[in-house]
DNA sequence: ATGTCGGATGCGATCCGA
């Protein structure tokens, strides 16, 4: 079996960001593609022109003008199924099985948490928290099956010190204080997940995947942040070729504010379901 | 507090969410 190439990315509007997805499955022909932010409904969501590149293969849950997310392929879907954490149908993630691989491929996209990192203040942040909370209990439910799972999205976590741009400055922000790294690491504990980036880098080695828009140049401030993350299933964790993260497109007018982050696996190496 | 995006509303400028 060859090795298969995923690449997750936040579009920030996929309708927006069409002519860079397409130049991005151009550039790096995946096997798999997962959108977060794709901002559009199913029925205006670019179905043909993603086939046209050569994905005809298509899951997507959209909403009008928030969240929504994809997983287009070059190899067929089956299982589509979408999942509402919470009860909740604001399109955040949705789950397909790749049968030619023998994988399930997640697409995830976790709430930001508003700007105050206190959930008796902030509904927002306690609404992020029960999400992760939820999600990690709708996963354990699953534990002593073992699937070949790969779970692509933004987490909207920056888990470790060198997965932000300031580690001391950030433990106050949103996104990397310790509250939301232990719902996270909650999450991750529920189906033994491997961080593939982590997996295939020293925790010690600046990864960022997210830069503000508001930064006026995003390349030299570098104030960046891991908010995109690929996680697998034990089985698949010997699998873990390569990753990249794909900073030449946070250039791509109008870019989006995150890179789309590629990871490779053998599955020659993985184990069997 | 600020910065900059994208979408929705409703047709212009403002709001929400990020």
């Not at 994988?103 to 930001?112: E, R």
Request: aromatic letters at 8%; charged letters at 25%.
């Amino acid at each position: 079996m060859p090795r298969v190439r995923l690449v997750t990315w936040n579009v920030n509007s996929v309708r927006k960001r069409l002519p860079q997805v397409l130049r991005l499955l151009e550039e790096t022909a995946p096997d798999v593609l997962c959108l977060q932010e794709t901002k559009v409904t199913d029925a205006l969501f670019p179905a043909a022109a993603l086939a046209e590149m050569g994905y005809p293969h298509q899951a997507r849950y959209g909403m009008p003008g928030y969240n929504g997310v994809a997983i287009v392929s070059r190899r067929p879907l089956a299982g589509v199924r979408r999942h509402d954490v919470l009860g909740r149908p604001d399109a955040r993630l949705i789950l397909a099985q790749v049968p030619d691989l023998d994988l399930d491929v997640h697409c995830l996209y976790v709430p930001a948490g508003g700007d105050v990192p206190d959930p008796e203040t902030n509904p927002r942040f306690a609404d992020k928290l029960a999400f992760l909370d939820a999600l990690a209990e709708w996963y354990a439910a699953w534990f002593g099956r073992i699937d070949r799972i790969v779970l692509c999205g933004d987490v909207n976590v920056a888990p470790l010190p060198r997965d932000v741009w300031d580690h001391r400055r950030l433990s106050r922000v949103v996104t990397h204080t310790p509250v939301e790294i232990d719902r996270l690491a909650r999450l991750r504990s529920s189906l033994l997940w491997v961080d593939a980036v982590r997996d295939l880098t020293p925790d010690d080695e600046p990864v960022f995947t997210w830069w503000s828009y508001r930064a006026g140049d995003w390349r030299t401030a570098n104030k960046g942040r891991r908010l995109d993350h690929v996680w697998v299933t034990p089985p698949l964790a010997p699998a873990l070729a390569g990753y990249a993260v794909l900073t030449e497109a946070r250039d791509w007018r109008p870019p989006s504010d995150h890179a789309p982050l590629l990871v490779t696996l053998d599955l020659d190496r993985a184990g069997a379901e």
